[in-house]
């Protein structure tokens, strides 16, 4: 089955970036919605960022944001490399979560184990 793997992560300061990517295992052939999640101990988990695919194919995706992370995050996926996508900039002490990216293909979706990210000075 397929199976998603989360990098990227680790610490940073507030203002700075980070890019975390999300590749499978196997072969989803096409990623038709993906979305990156965050959770923090006691919390729900919630989404932050979501894409679409526009059209049957290709790596052009319609997106949108969570509020907070509006303006500073960016969602993408690449068909060819089985992975997908979460630049973060200006990132801020609120943004320190785990994050799990979720991937939806043809044969059904998949999670990430998650990954940390610590946002602090």
């Known amino acids: 089955q397929v199976q998603l793997a989360e990098s990227g992560g680790g610490l940073v300061q507030p203002g700075g970036s980070l890019r975390l990517s999300c590749a499978a295992s196997?072969?989803?052939?096409?990623?038709?919605?993906m979305g990156w999640y965050r959770q923090v101990p006691g919390k729900e988990r919630e989404l932050v960022a979501i894409?679409?695919?526009?059209?049957?194919?290709?790596?052009?995706?319609?997106?949108d944001y969570a509020d907070s992370v509006k303006g500073r995050f960016t969602i993408s996926g690449d068909n060819a490399k089985n992975t997908v996508y979460l630049q973060m900039n200006s990132l801020k002490v609120e943004d320190t979560a785990v994050y799990y990216c979720?991937?939806?293909?043809?044969?059904?979706?998949?999670w990430g184990q998650g990954i940390q990210v610590t946002v602090s000075s």
């Open positions: 979720n991937v939806q293909g043809p044969g059904g979706h998949y």
């Open positions: 196997g072969r989803i052939f096409s990623i038709n919605a």
């Open positions: 894409g679409t695919r526009i059209g049957t194919s290709g790596s052009s995706y319609y997106s």
